[in-house]
């Protein structure tokens, strides 16, 4: 029995390939968009608690923080 592809199967492996680094770019560029969108909101949300800060209590505000960066990890 003879193991070596034929033109067929190293087509197929080729196209293969192809989609998988197309898949593989299409998954880098939203883990970045995801990561930018991550920390406009950390920092936007640090620059409202920083004007607001001495209306909010300090109990509150360390849980949104801690929202937050549970989030920012996430």
């Given at each position: 029995?003879?193991?070596?592809?034929t033109d067929r199967e190293k087509e197929?492996?080729?196209?293969?390939?192809?989609?998988?680094?197309?898949?593989?770019?299409?998954?880098?560029?939203?883990?970045?968009?995801?990561?930018?969108?991550?920390?406009?909101?950390?920092?936007?949300?640090?620059?409202?608690?920083?004007?607001?800060?001495?209306?909010?209590?300090?109990?509150?505000?360390?849980?949104?923080?801690?929202v937050l960066l549970a989030c920012f990890?996430?």
């Open positions: 029995m003879d193991n070596t592809p197929r492996e080729k196209i293969l390939i192809e989609e998988l680094k197309i898949l593989q770019g299409v998954i880098n560029k939203m883990a970045q968009n995801s990561l930018e969108c991550k920390k406009w909101t950390l920092a936007l949300a640090v620059g409202v608690l920083s004007l607001k800060i001495e209306a909010i209590s300090h109990l509150y505000g360390l849980c949104v923080l801690g990890i996430f």
